[in-house]
């Protein structure tokens, strides 16, 4: 809905994770925010305290009289899941002589659900207390006092993936294998490859600036020497592990560089212009960041297209910049093998193997800063 212009107090409608705050930010750029959430913030930055309810209701409303008497456009983000939610804000609107609007989010609850257990700290509700503003919603009508009604989807349908390519996403991100074995010889059709290649391309770069190449290597002589250049590598590596771990080191395959049809290597070229430098200034490294970037881009797209990938990075750069041919100037960021497999794991193979476990995510996340752990 395009906002009216002269000034009104709208209010949304929806529970956690319908969207509201997305669609005040996106419609109301030149309106008064009137947020529960950021007003608890502001006020219990430890999180909500029924101590204060009569505090944030307050602020609330001053903030609400304070903008509209000022002939600023309000946009109440907050559940108003009831008509007696709703009615403390018609009785605003009317004491302001401006109309009200209501914007009901039609986003599915399962969604709502789905976006509510995602957020982490104080923003996130339990599932028992949204099962209770679900339970609570009432029906918002034109006879509630509104001088209209809107129902609003938090993503433009253009925006917004279906389940089934929701899935897709996420099923290519938790499968994505790092191939080292089961190769199989069946070629790669070139328009699989060009598929690849462009998602490679259309990975996020800082200042836009693109700086990767990627050399497809299919010649077998090549691939040869750098099989070669590997197993050396390997070999000086081994002598990091002793005991069972060099035993578990030595059983391992980690290179497909001969069975996989295609190899390819990305590079990074910190001498281009693409961007006009800009985010590089202070931190020089973002090309490089920007060109695994692409790494990623391409490995997905290839999980996506049943194809294997993997990142042989126990090589000797130099020897794999003279080999190929690469500039003085350029990084070579990434060696990887790619080609049709067997099979995909389960798992990672080094955790099938027992080399490493996957860490629990809660004890990689910090809240505003290092070392500020969750409840």
Known sequence: MTLPDATCLIVLVGPPGSGKTTWARRNGRDAVHVSQDDLIDAI???????????????????VARAALRAGHTVIVDRTNRTRAHRQRWLNIAREASCPAVAVIMTTPD????????????????????????????????LDEGFASVHTEEAV??????????????????????????????????????????????????????QPW??????????????????????????????GEQRKLYDSLKLAGILEAPVNICVTCDHQRRKGSGLGRQTDPAVDLYSTVCAVQNLWLAARAESLGVGWV??????????????PPALTPVAYLSVGYISEFRLHPELEEKGWETRENLANLIHYDRWGVRGA
């Open 44 to 62: 219990t930055p430890d999180g909500f305290d029924h101590e204060y309810d009569d505090v944030y209701r307050e602020a609330e409303d001053a």
């Open 110 to 141: 399962a969604l709502c659900r789905e976006r509510n257990a995602a957020r982490h700290g104080p923003r996130r509700v339990s599932e028992e207390r949204m099962d209770r503003m679900l339970a609570a919603r009432e029906s918002v009508g």
């Open 156 to 209: 433009p349908q253009e925006n917004r993936f279906s389940d089934e390519e929701r899935r897709g996403l996420y099923r290519a991100i938790y499968e994505r294998r790092d191939i080292r074995s089961h190769f199989l010889p069946d070629p790669i059709p070139d328009d699989v490859l060009a598929r690849i290649l462009d998602a490679a391309h259309h990975a996020p770069s800082v200042g836009f600036m």
């Open 213 to 242: 190449d990627f050399i497809l290597i299919r010649d077998a002589a090549v691939r040869q020497a750098m099989h070669c250049n590997f197993e050396r590598a390997s070999r000086r590596a081994a002598e990091n592990y002793q």
């Open 313 to 326: 990075s126990i090589l000797d750069m130099e020897e794999l910049k003279t080999t190929l041919g690469i």
